[in-house]
């Protein structure tokens, strides 16, 4: 299969693409698009065959449920029920974003039963993203769209990314920016009282507290949420992992640095720029997250960027000190609990 690149921006006849882009989707075929958090691999959601392609395409297996991405709440109304107060000040205040809301299905509602892995829920989010946004406007179609990536693989933040990845297994790339978040969509269960926050991301329980209630949210570990059956991405299979082993060096910068100092290239370290430094000597290579650990959205926009780096050097083994837990880091130590390798 030999991918097409659309770069729709850059485009003289925008009107033309988005006919196009409409016709492929019709036509069940996928395409990368980009999102304000990661790349999305979207496709026709009411289409068995075109979500199937989606599960084929990422290897990702299929017991794993997909978020239905859409461009206005009149769309809603057919599929989802979503008639809770909840969820409408949730939606008021965070919509179009990245959270993603976990809600009770509506009978024959025409989405592929794919979709959600023979599940009873639907889990929808309104991208914030100004060419998913016209991209969905346009085609006004309901698309399924998972990370654009080899499943278990960091998620994609850049056209490159998704290239390297799917070139040749998709039908098109649209080529963009940088995701500006750089991490996936707070997902929320609103089936659930209280809510529960199935995968962090950058819209933090205290966010949700904030217009909700002292209370009104719990993350999955606090209710003890059966994680063999997700009900959302992430929540079940190992993610985000680089080619090289990614490991948790348990103990202080000081005895890291006399550990690198009997390492080579084939080694990486992931550190704060604060630090830089101090590894000028060191033949390994170094990479960094942030400023420093208070910067929280800068690590979440950096990370996936870096274990891919790593895995166009070659590296064998990376290292990261581990981060101290705070309110705003917990979707950043998440995503790498998820990456660190486990023999």
């Not at 039908?171 to 995968?199: H, K, N, W």
């Not at 059966?226 to 090289?244: C, L, N, V, W």
């Amino acid at each position: 299969m030999e991918t097409e690149i659309i770069n729709i921006s850059k485009s003289n006849n925008k009107e033309e693409i988005y006919n196009k882009l409409i016709t492929y989707y019709k036509d069940n075929k996928l395409i990368a698009i980009p999102t304000e958090t990661v790349y999305g691999l979207s496709a026709d959601a009411t289409s068995d065959e075109a979500v199937c392609k989606i599960y084929e395409a990422k290897g990702r297996p299929s017991d794993n449920p997909l978020i239905v991405h859409f461009y206005e709440m009149n769309q809603l109304n057919d599929i989802v029920d979503y008639q809770d107060e909840r969820v409408d000040k949730l939606i008021e205040n965070f919509w179009p974003g990245p959270m993603t809301l976990i809600l009770n299905a509506k009978e024959n509602n025409g989405i592929s039963k794919k979709v959600s892995a023979g599940l009873s829920t639907l889990a929808v989010r309104m991208p914030s993203n100004k060419t998913a946004r016209q991209i969905l406007k346009e085609t006004k179609v309901l698309l399924a769209a998972p990370s654009a990536n080899t499943s278990g693989k960091p998620s994609p933040t850049k056209f490159e990314h998704v290239y390297h990845d799917l070139n040749g297994k998709i039908d098109v790339i649209i080529e963009d920016e940088q995701s500006d978040i750089g991490l996936e969509s707070t997902v929320i269960d609103c089936t659930r009282t209280p809510l529960v926050i199935a995968r962090p991301g950058e819209i933090t329980k205290e966010d949700i507290e904030g217009i909700l209630g002292l209370g009104s949210v719990k993350y999955n570990d606090e209710v003890m949420v059966d994680t063999q059956t997700p009900i959302a991405p992430g929540m079940k299979y190992r993610h985000y992992s680089p080619e090289a082993e990614l490991l948790y060096y348990e103990d202080s910068l000081e005895k890291a640095l006399e550990f690198l100092k009997t390492k080579n290239k084939k080694t990486g370290f992931i550190t704060y720029k604060s630090n830089e430094y101090l590894f000028e000597n060191l033949n390994i290579s170094v990479k960094y997250l942030a400023d420093n650990e208070k910067s929280v959205e800068q690590s979440n926009k950096n990370l996936y960027n870096i274990l891919r780096e790593f895995d166009e050097e070659k590296v064998e083994e990376i290292y990261i000190l581990p981060i101290k837990e705070t309110k705003e880091n917990i979707a950043l130590l998440n995503r790498l609990n998820k990456a660190i390798s486990r023999k």
